[in-house]
């Protein structure tokens, strides 16, 4: 029971201190706080586990990378209009870049986590 607790309270700790050491490291505090992405990601997942009615947190954690990729698609669209729109502004297409894996590595860490509750 106590390894249900600890093992994804490491394994948060970990990535909470990669991001919080990455973001250091390029002076930008809040790089990988993206409300809207996490906002959506959740919601997704939650439905998709609702829907799937059986074993919730492996069907969240499943919703989750799913919905990760989904959002990840529709933002890629909307840099690709935003890129061809600006007349090829690198600067604006990279920032948009970095934003828009943010929701892969929502999934992926909720998956994770929730990988090794289950576990």
Known sequence: MIMKIICPTIIFLILLGTCMEVSRAVAMPLLFIDLPSIIIVSIISTAYSYHKQKNY???FGNGAVYAGWLVFLIGLIGMSIEFAQTNLDIKSFMEANSILWLSV???YSI???LFSIKG
């Open 105 to 107: 590595f929502y999934g």
């Open 111 to 113: 998956k994770l986590i």
């Open 57 to 59: 947190l492996t069907e």
